[in-house]
C-alpha cells in the first residue's frame, strides 16, 4: 500500500512515524489542526448493528468513516492510511476482556474486520480555543472530566448502555459562544447536550468523574456537557463480543481532514 | 401616498385598519408571522447618535430601517408604510415626559423627524414556537419579565445606560436549542446574553422584574436571558431628547417583512 511521498504533509509525516513504530502514546498535540478520530474494529457480524448503534446516537458516535470488510484503507480520511499499522497503541479485546495493546495489530487482521472511524472532541476543543474560550481542564493539564449519566442511548442488537458525557465549565455568555460554535461541528459530538444542573441527567457529584481527572468549576461558571465518545467504548464493553480492536485512551487515528474542514457553516 | 390595492396583503390589509382608527391596541398575534418593530423617531440633530448607539449595541438595538429625514415611507419594510399613522398607538414625549398618546401624528409631524424600527423578541419567540419550544409567560397569559442589568451599553452622544433583558426559562436540552434558533436572527435580539446565575448581571431576584410580569422558573429548567428593546426605550427616557415619539408598548409597527425571512441561516 506505501508509496513513496516526497513531500508528505504533516499528518502523513507523523502516521509513517508511527507506522515504524517512532510514536507509540498519545497523538494529543501531533499535527495541530487536524482531525484525530476514535477506532472501533469490528468483525462484520457485528458491524451491521453497530453501523446502526452510530446511525442512531449521532451525538457520542460521530461517524467520519467506515471500512469495506478486511480493507485497512480508509481513503476519505487519508490516501495512505493502513488500519492494521496507523494507530500508536491499541487495545484487543476478546470476549470483552483486554488481552494485548499492541502497537501493530497486522497479525490479529481479519478478512472480515471493519473499521469505524469516530469524531473526537480534540475537534471541537481546537474549535473553542481557536475563539479564545479557556479550557480549564487543559490549562490544568489533565484530562477533561467524564461522567456515566441517566440519559440512554437508542440500543442497536446487542449495543446499548447509557450516554458518557464529557464536562468544561464556562462564564455564561462563554457557555452561550460555546453552543454556538460546537453546533458548527456535528462530525465531532456537535452541540452540548446539557447545560447547569448536573443531577437532572443523573451526575449526583461533578467532583467524582467516571473517567478522566476531576476539574473544579468556579461559582461563576456554568457547567456545559457534550456527548463523549467513551459511550461507544462503554457499550461495546457491556455487549463483549467475541473479538474488536479499539485504539488505546489518547492514542488516536490522525487523519489528513482539517478541523476546520468538520464546520457546517 | 396610498395607492388603491385590489388584494391587499394580510399585513398591508392590518395597516390600513390601524391607519382608519379601527385598531388601536395591541399587535401581538397580528398578521401571523410577520416581523413587528419597535419604533422609536427623533429629531435629526439626534439621529446621528442614536444611529451610532444603535450600531454599538446591536442586541438590544437591531436596526431593521432607518427613515430619511422627514420621510414618513419605509419602502423596504412595506410599500405603503406611512410612520404618521401606521402604528396603532403612539407615545409622544416632550423633554423626557410623556404628554401625549396619539393613535396618529401627522399632526406633530416635522420634515426633520427621523424613524428608526428595531427588531423585536416577537420574531425570534415565533421561530422558538415554530420548533415546539415552550414559552411559560405566553401560557400564562402574560408578559415576558424584564430586568435592568449591570451591563452597560456602549454610550453614544447623549445616549447611555444599562442592558435591560427578557427572561424565558427553559430545560437545559431546549435552553441549548433556544441558543441555537436564536442565533440564526441577530436581526431580532438574536442569540441570548447570559444563561443562569443572575446574580452575575445584577439581578437579585427573578420575582421582582422590573418590567413585565413575574414568570416561576421550574427548578429544573435554567433561566436564560435576550437583550430587549426596552433598552433603548430606558436610554432614551434617560437621555430626555426635546422630542420624541415612540409606539406605546405592545402596539408596533406591522411589516410586511416575514420572520423567517430575517433568519441568516
Chains 1, 2 share one sequence.
Not at 476482556?97 to 481546537?126: K, N
Request: proline letters at 10%.
Amino acid at each position: 500500500m506505501e508509496r513513496v511521498q516526497h513531500t508528505p504533509s504533516e499528518p502523513q509525516a507523523i502516521r509513517q512515524r508511527i507506522r515504524r513504530g517512532e510514536i507509540a502514546g498519545h497523538t494529543s498535540g501531533l499535527a495541530p489542526g487536524c482531525v484525530q478520530g476514535n477506532v472501533v474494529i469490528l468483525p462484520q457480524a457485528l458491524a451491521a448493528d453497530f453501523l446502526r448503534f452510530c446511525q442512531l446516537n449521532p451525538k457520542p458516535c460521530p461517524l467520519l468513516a467506515v471500512s469495506a470488510p478486511g480493507d485497512p484503507a480508509l481513503p476519505t480520511l487519508g490516501a495512505d492510511i493502513d488500519m492494521r499499522s496507523d494507530v500508536p497503541r491499541y487495545r484487543v479485546f476478546r470476549n470483552g476482556e483486554m488481552v494485548e495493546e499492541p502497537t501493530d495489530i497486522a497479525h490479529l487482521w481479519r478478512e472480515d474486520l471493519v473499521s469505524f472511524i469516530l469524531g473526537c472532541s480534540y475537534s471541537f476543543e481546537w474549535a473553542l480555543l481557536e475563539d479564545g474560550l479557556p479550557l480549564h481542564h487543559m490549562s490544568a493539564g489533565r484530562n477533561v472530566p467524564m461522567y456515566r449519566t441517566s440519559i440512554r442511548t437508542e440500543p442497536a442488537g446487542p449495543f446499548h448502555g447509557p450516554l458518557v458525557v464529557s464536562m468544561r465549565s464556562f462564564r455564561p455568555a462563554d457557555a452561550i459562544r460555546a453552543v454556538q460554535i460546537t453546533s458548527r461541528f456535528p462530525g465531532v459530538h456537535g452541540a452540548p447536550v446539557h447545560i447547569g444542573l448536573p443531577e437532572l441527567i443523573g451526575i449526583r457529584a461533578l467532583a467524582q468523574p467516571d473517567w478522566g481527572d476531576s476539574v473544579e468549576v468556579p461559582a461563576d461558571e456554568l457547567p456545559v456537557f457534550w456527548a463523549c465518545g467513551v459511550t461507544p467504548q462503554a457499550v461495546i464493553a457491556e455487549a463483549r463480543p467475541e473479538f474488536c480492536i479499539t485504539h488505546a485512551p489518547g492514542s488516536m487515528l490522525i487523519t489528513d481532514l482539517k478541523n476546520s474542514q468538520l464546520s457546517i457553516l
